[in-house]
């Protein structure tokens, strides 16, 4: 059992909360980084993963938290925080995988990055298990946690949910008792440049270029057989309302002309999944971990596959949902489920041991989890205060001989001599040799900045559900962190 905070003796610790995804990722973060700050007083910078290592030491933090470093430039990252003394935390933002190596990739087994990791917190068992096979890690630094983000689908955080008549207006949708089917996209890549995927595939992340271009295939393949049959769905049933909710990674530029197509078609892009799956009827998707999410809502979920894939989705996951080969299939189970056909007993069996095995469970605490493991690594006498007093000597001696190598660049001189920012590239021919589209049409950048107004807003919201639930005697000021060794904090 944690000690409440008026009961430590160390100084507050500063923390770097990297998120690498803001529509994605922010809620559940900015939930671990509340309760870092209102229940052990710590100072959390939340803000969107820094792309360059002297990020790490301007910030001069205690420990900094990443998602993945089965990619060179996070891998980076860590070491160098590793090497100034910064704890190295790894909390994953993704976890359905094909394969059970990706999850040792993901806590650097190609990068070599597994020995700068303090503590690895993992969705579940299963995604532990496959670190531990690896050898990627000790047992005593890999945590079973939870998804923060999967909190917020908890009944306590139900209240944040937007209510469905405001939400359906939001997206163009006049009617809210009309039925809403909604379609989550999940082909991140297939529409950028090949070559350029593959080379950054070699370079950043060691993956083989023969698997790249099998996934680059398969989401082409995805995307065309969905994108018709969505057009077909909607041009038979113009009573039907389909959203296209497009992956925060993936480009909305292929989906432009499908709303064109037919007006009960509605796209949707920039924003949390969340209010989306609670407010459809029925889901469509492929081996999307959006697929689980809405089996938390205990909604029908539809695994779309048409077409030949490379990849296959992991059997236990397609268990869960209704599979469909086939329009006529598809149109069939959706009117079914419209009509009041509930999950079959099988398939809400198979969604529960799956949640439980694969994500720890759902029930809104594993942002409290992560939290106190992430304090424990920073306390005494994992941590000191004469750490962070040599970390942040150690920060501040290496930003300056960062500084006086970047001044000394000859390309750096060319560009103070001329007035011209350090942060332009002049390399022009790189767009050119790329030949890509303008990303999202140029309507919104997918990396958008995280202001330190988007977390004071988050913490607000957050405050009126802690306060409601200690009003009613349904939480307290400590919390029990279970670990995946079988230890207590």
């Known amino acids: 059992m944690l000690a409440p905070r008026s009961a430590r003796t160390h100084r507050p610790r500063r923390i770097l909360l990297g998120v690498p995804v803001k529509t994605r990722d922010l809620d559940g973060h900015a939930l671990v980084a509340y309760h870092l700050t209102r229940r052990y007083g710590h100072e959390v910078l939340v803000q969107t993963l820094p792309d360059t290592e002297v990020a790490v030491l301007e910030h001069a933090c205690d420990a900094i938290v990443l998602d993945y470093l089965g990619w060179e430039p996070r891998a980076q990252q860590a070491r160098l925080a590793k090497a100034i003394g910064m704890k190295v935390i790894v909390l994953p933002t993704a976890g359905l995988y094909e394969k059970r190596e990706d999850h040792a990739r993901s806590a650097g087994k190609d990068t070599g990055a597994g020995s700068s990791i303090d503590c690895y917190l993992t969705w579940g068992d299963d995604a532990r298990d496959a670190v531990l096979a690896y050898g990627v890690l000790p047992p005593e630094r890999i945590h079973s946690a939870g998804c923060p983000r999967f909190d917020l689908y908890h009944e306590s955080y139900r209240s944040l949910l937007q209510p469905r008549a405001d939400f359906l207006r939001r997206h163009g949708i006049d009617d809210p008792g009309a039925p809403v089917v909604l379609w989550a996209t999940s082909t991140n890549h297939f529409m950028r440049n090949h070559r350029t995927l593959e080379r950054a595939g070699r370079a950043l992340g060691r993956i083989p270029a023969a698997e790249t271009r099998a996934q680059i295939e398969d989401e082409r393949t995805q995307f065309t057989e969905h994108s018709r049959l969505v057009l077909a769905l909607a041009t038979r049933h113009p009573e039907w309302s389909i959203i296209i909710k497009v992956h925060p990674l993936e480009w909305i530029n292929p989906y432009l002309s499908l709303p064109e197509q037919a007006p009960n078609i509605h796209l949707a892009f920039n924003a949390p999944i969340r209010d989306f799956l609670a407010h459809c009827d029925v889901l469509l998707q492929r081996g999307c971990t959006t697929a689980t999410e809405a089996w938390m809502l205990g909604k029908p979920v539809l695994e779309l596959a048409m077409g030949r894939y490379h990849g296959a989705t992991p059997v236990e996951h397609v268990r869960g949902n209704h599979v469909v080969t086939s329009l006529e299939e598809t149109e069939e189970a959706i009117g079914c489920y419209l009509a009041g056909m509930p999950v079959s007993a099988e398939r809400q069996r198979a969604r529960d041991a799956y949640l439980t095995h694969m994500y720890n469970g759902i029930d809104g605490r594993a942002s409290e989890r992560c939290a106190a493991l992430i304090d424990r690594v ?112």
Request: one cysteine or more; glycine letters at 4%; aromatic letters at 8%.
């Open 378 to 489: 920073l306390s005494p006498p994992a941590y000191s205060d004469a750490d962070q007093a040599s970390v942040r000597a150690a920060a501040r001696a290496a930003l300056a001989h960062w500084k006086r190598a970047e001044d000394a660049r000859i390309v750096n001189r060319f560009k103070d001599a001329f007035g011209i920012s350090r942060r332009r590239s002049l390399r022009f021919w790189r767009p050119w040799l790329r030949r890509e589209a303008r990303p999202n049409a140029g309507r919104f950048s997918a990396k958008p900045a995280i202001t330190p107004d988007d977390v004071s807003e988050l913490y607000q919201r957050y405050d009126r559900i802690h306060i409601t639930a200690r009003a009613a005697g349904r939480c307290s000021d400590t919390v029990t962190a279970q670990h995946g060794s079988g230890e207590q904090a």
